[in-house]
């Protein structure tokens, strides 16, 4: 008999408040140790550290590029099939569980830590980029129509459906694990029914969680370095405050300390709070460049991009560097799938955090739907309007395009009515995102190396932020932008590996599950029973039919031999 604990079922799961645990010494002295030592190793050694990363930044793109793509792919599958299959009923959490947080509160804490500043950065800078410089498996132009279309769906691909997916697969395993098997808030807790519950809080269990961290850790970190970048060239234009070096490791001390007095304040008061409050400063950009902008084109573009994103959604998430420019690939579709990979464990695991009660069906449609809607109206009217104002001429933003993506956004704006105003506002924006995504990824470093504690001490999370922000600090001093997208593409690489089995681990948990109905009420299991229907009439009607003519022969054969 085995000696594997048995998870409780939905209903004797105590779940209606968070828990608390105590920190594994062993999962955050080793994490804290390795990560200590890959800044102290790029800070010292700058140029081995740039040999070595490049060198194998090359290798990567050259021989696993395909797997970045696929996996990508698998993700997106996936999740449209979980949610509209029979394990949408599932709960999570108990039977009867209510949502902890309203609607709103969830969406708004959902986007801001899914992708608050990298939207700040290339919302306007990578339609822009794509726009002057096309994708070359496009074939279009520079700067026409074509291009312009381009520019969006490429945008609306790196942007929407799959990034949210892989944050889906991520949320869904750990969320199932920890409320509706209450096993905790951990990476490992989703991988019991491939591991066992023994080697899940082994060393096996600690080796995931580790690659986790790492993932967490330079995921988060890239995403601070281009929120630093943005802030310095906001008061560069607001204030004319010199966009160096020192003033953006200047702004990461300064919003590292806002972060950690968010982080006291706890999730229901400072995560939330400021999470709300970017929700609606965003909004009121976007509304204003939509009245004051080019109203009527925006409109348009919002159908017209939808459309040809869709049309050409295949091709474009199927594209390798076998045909195309590797290079570009990796610049940018294999840079963002990294990102977005190395972001799982923490966006999966806030999702998964403030996600309790809700179904699965409404957990995967409300993380795949309600960001990407918002993302397509956001690219449409920031991106769109640079579009539109460089295409006629009205404004000039080659050059901010030229001086880095960071500068794309307030050129714009300074484009436009009040522009001052504005891009001030743009980079307060930046700042409270920078809050929100550091304080959120600290909370997920926290329960990660606490056994998945809902609530982790609040010091271990101050102590992993401020290790997120120097290494962030750290790498921009090293090689700016460049080591932050080389950093991200090196730890995602067995991160992908990781996301793959939880693919697998999840889809055997919720086949199992008794919150999902029978089998037979399943779409799939549906067209398979057709399908072994038919099977079965044509075996019915041929098989048993040549059968009997056989006998029948042989029958007569013996008839006849006894007659002679």
């Known amino acids: 008999m085995s000696t594997e604990p048995i998870d409780p079922s939905p209903?004797?799961?105590?779940?209606?408040?968070?828990?608390?645990?105590?920190?594994?010494?062993?999962?955050?002295?080793?994490?804290?140790?390795?990560?200590?030592?890959?800044?102290?190793?790029?800070?010292?050694?700058?140029?081995?550290?740039?040999?070595?990363?490049?060198?194998?930044?090359?290798?990567?793109?050259?021989?696993?590029?395909?797997?970045?793509?696929?996996?990508?792919?698998?993700?997106l599958v996936l999740c449209l099939v979980i949610a509209f299959s029979r394990f949408g009923r599932i709960r999570l959490g108990r039977d009867d569980a209510e949502p902890e947080f309203g609607n709103l509160a969830w969406i708004a804490m959902m986007f801001s830590a899914g992708m608050g500043i990298g939207l700040m950065f290339y919302g306007v800078g990578e339609p822009l980029t794509h726009f002057l410089a096309p994708p070359p498996a496009s074939g279009a132009q520079p700067e026409s129509a074509a291009a312009a279309r381009t520019a969006m769906e490429y945008s609306f691909f790196h942007w929407t459906l799959t990034p949210w997916a892989i944050y889906g697969i991520a949320g869904l395993a750990l969320a199932y694990a920890g409320f509706r098997k209450g096993r905790g808030n951990r990476l490992s807790a989703a991988f019991v029914p491939l591991i066992g519950a023994r080697r899940a809080v082994s060393w096996q269990g600690r080796v995931i969680d580790l690659l986790a961290v790492f993932a967490t850790v330079f995921g988060t970190a890239t995403s601070l370095g281009l929120g630093a970048l943005q802030v310095a060239e906001g008061l560069d234009i607001t204030a004319g405050v010199d966009a160096t070096r020192t003033s953006e490791l200047v702004i990461i001390g300064a919003l590292s300390a806002a972060f950690v007095v968010s982080a006291f304040s706890g999730l229901h008061r400072g995560v939330k709070w400021l999470s709300t409050l970017n929700i609606v400063l965003a909004a009121a950009v976007m509304v204003f460049v939509f009245l004051v902008g080019p109203t009527v084109y925006i409109l348009d573009t919002i159908p017209a991009s939808v459309g040809g994103y869709l049309q050409n959604?295949?091709?474009?998430?199927?594209?390798?560097?076998?045909?195309?420019?590797?290079?570009?690939?990796?610049?940018?579709?294999?840079?963002?799938?990294?990102?977005?990979?190395?972001?799982?464990?923490?966006?999966?695991?806030?999702?998964?955090?403030?996600?309790?009660?809700?179904?699965?069906?409404?957990?995967?449609?409300?993380?795949?739907?309600?960001?990407?809607?918002?993302?397509?109206?956001?690219?449409?009217?920031?991106?769109?309007?640079?579009?539109?104002?460089?295409?006629?001429?009205?404004?000039?933003?080659?050059?901010?395009?030229?001086?880095?993506?960071?500068?794309?956004?307030?050129?714009?704006?300074?484009a436009l009515p009040i522009g001052s105003v504005t891009?001030?506002?743009?980079?307060?924006?930046?700042?409270?995102?920078?809050?929100?995504?550091?304080?959120?990824?600290?909370?997920?470093?926290?329960?990660?190396?606490?056994?998945?504690?809902?609530?982790?001490?609040?010091?271990?999370?101050?102590?992993?932020?401020?290790?997120?922000?120097?290494?962030?600090?750290?790498?921009?001093?090293?090689?700016?932008?460049?080591?932050?997208?080389?950093?991200?593409?090196?730890?995602?690489?067995?991160?992908?590996?990781?996301?793959?089995?939880?693919?697998?681990?999840?889809?055997?948990?919720?086949?199992?599950?008794?919150?999902?109905?029978?089998?037979r009420h399943h779409a799939l299991h549906g067209l398979a029973d057709v399908v072994r229907t038919m099977v079965g009439d044509v075996v019915t009607e041929q098989g048993p039919s040549r059968h009997h003519r056989l006998r029948r022969a042989a029958k007569a054969r013996r008839e006849s031999d006894d007659d002679t």
């Open 11 to 75: 209903s004797e799961i105590p779940h209606s408040r968070p828990v608390h645990a105590a920190p594994d010494r062993v999962l955050v002295t080793i994490g804290m140790a390795a990560v200590a030592a890959v800044v102290l190793w790029a800070w010292l050694g700058e140029e081995s550290f740039d040999s070595v990363s490049s060198t194998s930044l090359t290798w990567v793109l050259n021989n696993f590029g395909w797997l970045f793509v696929v996996a990508a792919d698998v993700f």
């Open 423 to 519: 891009s001030f506002i743009a980079m307060v924006l930046v700042m409270t995102y920078f809050v929100t995504s550091a304080d959120s990824a600290s909370l997920v470093m926290g329960s990660l190396t606490s056994r998945g504690a809902l609530h982790p001490p609040t010091l271990l999370v101050v102590v992993w932020g401020v290790l997120m922000a120097s290494v962030a600090a750290v790498l921009l001093v090293v090689g700016g932008l460049d080591s932050l997208q080389t950093a991200t593409i090196l730890v995602a690489l067995p991160f992908v590996v990781v996301m793959l089995l939880l693919c697998w681990s999840l889809v055997r948990e919720l086949r199992e599950d008794p919150g999902a109905g029978p089998a």
């Open 313 to 414: 959604l295949l091709p474009m998430a199927t594209r390798t560097g076998a045909f195309s420019d590797h290079a570009w690939l990796g610049a940018w579709t294999i840079f963002y799938w990294a990102w977005w990979l190395s972001w799982a464990p923490f966006v999966g695991t806030f999702i998964a955090r403030i996600s309790h009660g809700r179904s699965v069906r409404e957990f995967l449609i409300g993380v795949l739907l309600v960001p990407s809607g918002a993302t397509v109206i956001w690219f449409c009217v920031m991106g769109g309007t640079a579009l539109r104002l460089q295409s006629t001429g009205e404004a000039d933003l080659a050059g901010a395009v030229a001086d880095g993506a960071e500068a794309s956004l307030f050129a714009m704006l300074d």
